[in-house]
């Protein structure tokens, strides 16, 4: 099931330098977007244009009176195929924002458009479908507005049968949903929810991704909390995406993946989580997550991230929703192969994706926090150890295992008990030596709890100059009343 | 990051866990000058901690192209034509005759040979150009359903019905699957069928199929040509996006 991806590396003009270059200059383009809230994204479906032949002319913008010419010989020639011909080069013109451009600004030219792609002859229909799926990858809102009069079109198609063409639309709708508002304005009144449930009942794989694709981009608006994702939990979507996310034989990773993130993003905005609850959705992720902790360990596959992030997410979101008294009637919450399978998923973040670690602990203490079942797994697998050896990595990280410590820890004595002796004590020594008043903070908490439940661990730091770590700390305003009562707790017990 | 050995075969066995710890608190745990409490975290949308997982996100999104390429790749077969009754297209590629047929054929109404994009319009047009019974039903109640899938809203003219649909679901106004009813073909099941056989314009009665007279027998109500959508010509729409990473995380 997890095979690896199709497509092996094709020889490119630009070296692997120059790759890693562009690629951190697009992270930190993304970072910024992120920040300011304008995180848009594509998907353009289109051949691939070899590097070397931009800028050779092979898309040099179109002037109006050739965009007029193709225009006007696509609607009114009279052999099919110059009429084809005539799209295919309005196509290749659009690739380029300049030729986008004039062809909006040419009157009459959308409409000439949608007439083609409602026209009876089914080649001219999927040239012009084409066409406007470059218009949706502009990165200009007047360009996507422009396309506004061929939505309806394009999501009555969604309940046809070419798949090709369905899928074709479905990218061109995700496009245009992402980059303007006023599309999506018009697009939920026009029934997109509704045709897209419809659509979800395809079998057909790639019209499936291409849907959790364009479902995503809906669902990550700013306005989707009230807008989008009160009509989406009525439908039957949820359901249905669940459905096929199941683990099994029978499920694709390019489909997981967008329904992953489809659900995170509905997840986040908490608007009715406890519906998607009794749809199953707990043990949908938990049992997706195993799944993907074995497939860690049989592949190589490097974007497996990609699917676990968004479930981590989900189930992490999710399990703050679970009222106690339903704790108990959740299968996922009383098996500690969730523990084992996160940690496998936390070595594998290690080696591939580092920045993701943080991600994974939230789930470990969403896990760990109230559950003295999972707490007591962590001790019965060994798991302390591994925990510990996350702790250099990063001042975040480092918060975040203390945090789980604690989790533990002040669960009692009993649990207390199998942290020391053990290389708890000399990690918080190495930690104590260090600035950051957030990671000391929280070190501190857990000296505390070690202490007042393991009595021999006060002795065992004082001998090892315990005292003295603490003390470059006093200075600091929010560690100093700590530092105080954790030295009193050490030396009287 | 040493995991035990044993890890992965607790993965891979039963579900369940270890009967827990005994848990026992001292109140002194919590106490002033203590912050720490366990408490589960919840993140909402546009918070910073989700930065790196959604950047990681957008790079894959951007990456992403297709490997479909276009006219080379086509499964080129000598030229053929269509086999529907009537139907005088020709093809050299079989994807392209894929699309033709679902577009065209796939949901035709056996009466007057119109074709419609979804099974969905394809129902409501036989339901009011061929029954005789919605005719007389329309005359007491609302029967004109408004076009949008999961609209409930039905209405008493098909006049009505548009306004519905122009001003509440934002749709155009001459929108082509909402033709109001006309002469040409026949709306009662029995007449002869007298299409012209010149090519039509695209601009004018969307999705007829030209072609010569079907022959028809009376009295069929509800009989169309419905191709089920597993149906696809031995090709399999399992393209999708293949991806390929152009540089490996190392």
Known sequence: ?493 | MLLPPALQARLAGAPGAAEPLPVQRDSAAGAAPFLFSPRPVRFPRDHQFFEDGDVQRHLFLQEVLTQVAEEPEKSRVPEFTCQVAGCCQVFVALEDYQHHYHMLHGNTCSFCNRAFPSGHLLDIHILEWHDSLFQILAQRQDMYQCLVEGCPEKFKTSQDRKDHMVKLHLYPADFRFDKPKTNRGPSTPGAAVELSARPLRDDEEAMEVCSEPAMLTPCRRTYSHRIPSTICFGQGASRGFKRTRKNKHQ
């Open chain 1, 1 to 493: 099931m997890w095979s690896s991806r199709l497509g092996g590396p094709r020889p490119l003009a630009c070296g692997v330098e120059e790759l890693r270059r562009r690629r951190r200059e697009r992270e930190a383009a993304l970072r910024k977007a992120r920040r300011e809230q304008q995180l848009v994204s594509k998907r353009l479906l289109r051949e691939d244009v070899p590097e070397e032949a931009a800028g050779e002319g092979a898309d040099a913008p179109l002037g109006e009176a050739e965009v007029q010419q193709f225009l006007r010989l696509a609607q009114r020639g009279t052999d099919e195929k110059e009429r084809e011909k005539a799209l295919v080069s309005l196509r290749r013109g659009l690739q380029h924002p300049d030729t986008q451009q004039t062809f909006i600004r040419l009157e009459g030219s959308m409409r000439i458009l949608v007439g083609l792609l409602t026209s009876n002859r089914a080649l001219l229909q999927l040239e012009a479908a084409r066409c406007l799926h470059e218009l949706s990858h502009s990165e200009q809102s007047a360009v996507a507005e422009a396309c506004l009069p061929a939505t309806s079109y394009l999501l009555t198609y969604l309940s046809g049968h070419s798949s090709d063409f369905i899928e074709l639309c479905l990218y061109t709708l995700g496009n245009l949903i992402v980059e303007s508002e006023a599309v999506r304005k018009q697009l939920v009144p026009q029934g997109i929810i509704p045709a897209l449930a419809a659509c979800i009942q395809s079998p057909h794989v790639a019209v499936l991704e291409a849907l959790g694709y364009a479902l995503s981009q809906l669902l990550q608006a700013k306005e989707a909390p009230e807008k989008i994702i009160p009509s989406f939990l009525d439908s039957t979507l949820p359901q249905h995406m669940l459905q096929l996310m199941q683990p099994g034989p029978k499920l694709n990773p390019g489909v997981a993946v967008e329904f992953a993130w489809c659900l995170h993003y509905i997840i986040c905005s908490q608007v009715n989580n406890a519906l998607l609850i009794t749809h199953g959705a707990l043990s949908t992720l938990g049992l997706l997550l195993l799944d993907l902790a074995g497939a860690v360990q049989r592949t190589d596959d490097a974007g497996l991230e990609l699917l676990v992030c968004p479930v981590l997410r989900c189930l992490s979101n999710l399990l703050t929703e679970v009222p106690v008294e339903a704790v108990g009637g959740q299968m996922l919450l009383r098996d500690e192969r969730i523990v084992a399978a996160l940690f496998i998923l936390l070595e594998f973040f290690l080696q591939k994706q580092p920045s993701l670690l943080p991600e994974g602990l939230w789930l470990l203490n969403n896990l760990t926090a109230n559950s003295p079942t999972f707490c007591t797994s962590l001790l019965s697998l060994d798991l302390i150890e591994p925990l510990l050896q996350l702790l250099p990595l990063s001042n975040a990280v480092s918060v975040m295992v203390l945090t789980v410590l604690c989790n533990v820890a002040e669960k009692g004595p009993a649990y207390c008990q199998r942290l020391w002796p053990g290389p708890l004590l000399s990690c918080l020594l190495n930690i104590l030596a260090l600035s950051d008043t957030e990671a000391v903070g929280q070190s501190l908490e857990l000296l505390q709890l070690l202490f007042l439940y393991q009595p021999e661990a006060a002795q065992a730091f004082l001998q090892q100059s315990g005292l003295q770590a603490l003390e470059r700390h006093l200075e600091e305003i929010q560690l100093r009343d700590r530092v105080h009562a954790v030295q009193h707790t050490a030396l009287h017990g």
